[in-house]
């Protein structure tokens, strides 16, 4: 089983409180980057509109798909709003328990069975947990299993054609959308996965197919879209 390098260093960010904190980003696109860890931490000031927006949309019971250190849920509580916390990263779950998230759910999206919500939060492009466009479909027929009648799946997006500009090769062999991603930290590297970024345009089509109405609730702001999804 490959090592928690990203639930390892949010622990460590939590336990040190030191912002220097980062983890090593390879990508397929290009060199390694340096991400802040401080990014899972980050004060509700600095949110972006897109998910200042998303936060004002939740409504009844929700559950946040890939919750990290559990910045999101913490101010849905503070709301009132009943919220549990999906996160497959043991480490992330024990922190966002010490940070007082009151329901942690430790597991994998797809194996969830028996249990809706009223609303299917994910953000900082959550849809991505799809890995390929072949896999979207089957990642909103999990997600529709998931609703309670009424529900709504409220997710953010990017078209992220600009990281092809300057010369960078489009893949021609799949999606431009989707990136081979992974993490290390401390010398350590975690399994490699595959992140899909899905245009609105095309979200949108999907999304019909499957039997989804498609609102854009705000954006596109630099590339980026807020959307809705609830059954037609």
Request: aromatic content about 10%; overall charge negative.
């Amino acid at each position: 089983m490959a090592a928690d390098v990203q639930g390892q260093a949010i622990m460590d960010y939590w336990l040190k409180k030191d912002k220097k904190v980062h983890l090593r980003l390879h990508t397929s696109y290009g060199p390694p980057e340096r991400m802040p860890v401080s990014v899972f931490f980050r004060d509700p000031r600095k949110y972006s509109e897109l998910e200042r927006q998303a936060l004002q949309y939740c409504r009844g019971r929700v559950l946040e798909v890939g919750a990290g250190a559990g910045a999101f849920p913490l101010v849905l509580q503070e709301k009132g709003l009943e919220v549990t916390a999906l996160e497959n990263s043991p480490l992330s779950c024990e922190v966002m328990r010490l940070r007082g998230v009151k329901d942690v759910l430790m597991g994998d999206l797809w194996e969830l069975e028996g249990v809706q919500w009223d609303t299917l939060l994910l953000m900082m492009n959550g849809l991505g947990i799809a890995g390929t466009l072949p896999d979207l479909p089957g990642l909103l027929m999990q997600l529709q299993s998931m609703m309670a009648p009424g529900g709504q799946i409220l997710f953010d997006s990017s078209d992220i054609t600009y990281l092809y500009e300057g010369g960078v090769p489009v893949p021609e062999d799949r999606y431009h959308g989707e990136i081979d991603y992974q993490y290390e930290y401390k010398g350590e590297r975690g399994e490699k996965f595959t992140w899909l970024y899905v245009d609105m345009e095309l979200l949108s089509v999907v999304a019909r197919d499957m039997g989804f109405n498609f609102d854009l609730l705000a954006g596109p702001e630099h590339d980026q879209y807020l959307g809705r999804l609830t059954m037609l």
